[in-house]
T-cell receptor
């Protein structure tokens, strides 16, 4: 089955700096890669996703890149703000499996 | 956008009792719902996938007789933790998929239920 690895586990940046979180996946059939933001005591919230037919997607300060050959994808947050502080999870989904596999999570702290 | 609710948000129960958690899709019909478990500072672990009108599919290692899942309608799935023990204390999160949207892969997550077994 799919195995998703996520790095780093913790990330601390100064407000205004950029943050990058990386994930790798094992199942070459995976074709959907969402990123979720989870605040303490709440459920995950989708912030951006990418399908395997594109290499990059951007939404304001957030961007995701996908390298299908290397089987890795990354989340880029620019001009970070304290409210970006949360745990971020990457995930991968295959059309042959009805479920989604999550990375271990990255705790991002943005220092004001 | 698609909204998923869970009830209750927090529950405390005594060891040996059963607890039911509800997951509802509020503005769409969900043919598939998922139940996850999350321990503190850990990732989401899929427990089971439930399809409306059929038996849930449980992940390896998840006891189906302990975690009863019912997906009786297109907007409601329930998870019942039977004979709960302190080790069942966790954050339970459901998600739902909207097959009528163009985003067939996206899962919409509920806010989670914090279960504490004393």
């Amino acid at each position: 089955g799919e195995n998703v690895e996520q790095h780093p586990s913790t990330l601390s940046v100064q407000e205004g700096d950029s943050a990058v979180i990386k994930c790798t996946y094992s199942d070459s059939a995976s074709n959907y890669f969402p990123w979720y933001k989870q605040e303490l005591g709440k459920g995950p919230q989708l912030i951006i996703d990418i399908r395997s037919n594109v290499g990059e997607k951007k939404d304001q300060r957030i961007a995701v890149t996908l390298n299908k050959t290397a089987k890795h994808f990354s989340l880029h947050i620019t001009e970070t703000q304290p409210e970006d502080s949360a745990v971020y999870f990457c995930a991968a989904s295959s059309p042959f499996n009805d479920d989604m596999r999550f990375g271990a999570g990255t705790r991002l702290t943005v220092k004001p | 956008g698609a909204v998923v609710s869970q009830h209750p948000s927090r529950v405390i129960c005594k060891s040996g009792t059963s607890v039911k958690i509800e997951c509802r899709s509020l503005d769409f019909q969900a043919t598939t719902m998922f139940w996850y478990r999350q321990f503190p500072k850990q990732s989401l672990m899929l427990m089971a996938t439930s399809n409306e009108g059929s038996k849930a599919t449980y992940e390896q290692g998840v006891e189906k007789d302990k975690f009863l899942i019912n997906h009786a309608s297109l907007t409601l799935s329930t998870l019942t933790v039977t004979s709960a023990h302190p080790e069942d204390s966790s954050f339970y999160i459901c998600s739902a998929r909207d097959p009528t949207s163009g985003r067939i892969y996206e899962q919409y997550f509920g806010p989670g239920t914090r279960l504490t077994v004393t």
